[in-house]
């Protein structure tokens, strides 16, 4: 069964990808779940028109990215964890805190699955994390955990 997607799936592509899907997996689960609709000759034309529509609103965005971007990569953000004797802190920092973080400082949101730590952060320290915008604007992040 041919279905075009309606959100990013991991395993099976980017939104307003056609993709090819076994019959039940489409009709018992990604349609009604609303994450896909039938590859017919309509819902691709809608789907095109949208998908240009999402571009132009995109590329007008694009200016307002570059300058959070620019934010982001000018500040220092500080994350107060709770840490033992050892500097080892009790969990761990996420990028549920991070997008919080620009929040509160920024008065901006970034979805936090566009938030990307390339290391595990278990102890007190400087550490950097990638911030993706847009498909062409990232900004590197540095932040700072401290002690509560």
């Known amino acids: 069964m041919k279905i075009i997607l309606l959100k990013d799936m991991e395993r099976l592509g980017k939104k307003y990808d056609v993709v090819t899907v076994k019959d039940g997996y489409g009709r018992n689960y ?7 609709v039938i590859a017919n000759k309509t819902n691709l034309n809608k789907m095109q028109n949208l998908k240009e529509a999402e571009e132009r609103k995109l590329e007008a965005m ?4 570059r300058k ?8 220092v953000f500080d994350i107060g964890a709770k840490a033992g004797t050892t500097d080892k802190i009790f969990g761990s920092v ?14 901006f949101e970034v979805d936090r699955k566009n938030i990307e730590i390339p290391e595990e952060v278990k102890t007190l ?16 992040m540095t932040f700072n955990v401290v002690k509560e």
């Open 94 to 107: 996420t990028n549920i805190q991070l997008a919080n973080k620009i929040k509160e400082d920024l008065g």
């Open 68 to 75: 959070h971007a620019e934010m982001i990569e000018g500040k």
């Open 30 to 36: 990604l349609i009604p779940k609303k994450f896909a």
């Open 125 to 140: 320290g400087t550490y950097t994390a990638v911030v993706k915008l847009h498909p062409e604007v990232s900004a590197t």
């Open 62 to 65: 694009l200016e307002q990215y």
